[in-house]
């Protein structure tokens, strides 16, 4: 059985940098250790990341609960952006998938953005409401460590700032917008961590909440990990 640790955050928090250098931590320590998603990643090329994507797709949507996903996340959440109805039911399947296959397999599996991000992301721009009750009632299995990445607001409004154009939405819209989507952002990213909690019984994962600034996080991590693994 393998032991998942799955990492949540807002928008430039240094979900995907963290995840990278716990992953380094771990193998340093001799622990058999995989990057779910890298296949899924950037460096994959969008041609192989996208048939990888859409195999994925195949074998989640006959897992439990999958249809409902589909239903409720594309079709009733209230999604704003017609992309999104198509886009959020299919990351969500993808990743409910990776869990899964990780759990089956021995070491210790990283996810840099898991289930929890993805339910995030539909709740962000949608019936909030709505998302939050489909995610608690969701029969998929769950990773064993959430580690929630917290940053400052301010550090990420101006990590934003600095960014290339457009590389996500909130570069879009301007500081006072940017900073009202963070904040609302946090408090739905509390909202689903508590849900998470509650609904998954006595077998529920552990919430490590992290500073995403200090360079002693990954080492800090990768100890839990290997006492808890």
């Known amino acids: 059985m393998g032991y998942v640790v799955e990492f949540c955050g807002l928008p430039t928090a240094g979900k995907s940098t963290l995840a990278r250098a716990v992953v380094a931590q771990l193998r340093l320590r001799g622990v058999p250790t995989t990057e779910v998603m890298a296949t899924l990643g950037p460096d994959a090329g969008r041609s192989a990341r996208l048939t990888r994507k859409i195999a994925s797709i195949g074998l989640a949507a006959v897992e439990p609960g999958s249809v409902a996903v589909v239903t409720g996340v594309g079709l009733r959440s209230g999604q704003r952006d017609i992309r999104d109805r198509v886009a959020r039911p299919a990351n969500l399947l993808v990743v409910r998938h990776a869990v899964r296959r990780a759990r089956r397999r021995p070491g210790v599996h990283i996810l840099d953005q898991g289930p929890l991000q993805e339910w995030w992301s539909a709740a962000l721009r949608a019936d909030d409401r709505r998302v939050l009750r489909q995610s608690g009632a969701d029969p998929a299995e769950h990773s064993d460590l959430m580690v929630r990445v917290e940053t400052p607001i301010p550090v990420l409004l101006a990590r934003l700032a600095a960014r290339g154009p457009r590389q996500s939405r909130l570069e879009a819209v301007g500081p006072e917008e940017q900073r009202r989507e963070l904040e609302r952002g ?22 490590l909440r992290v500073d995403g600034q200090d360079p ?11 006492a808890n693994a």
Do not use: K, M, N, W
Not at 186 to 207: K, N, T, W
């Open 186 to 207: 946090e408090l739905l990213l509390d909202s689903l961590s508590d849900q998470l909690v509650h609904s998954s019984g006595l077998d529920g994962p552990g919430i």
């Open 216 to 226: 002693a996080t990954a080492e800090a991590i990768a100890e839990v990990v290997v």
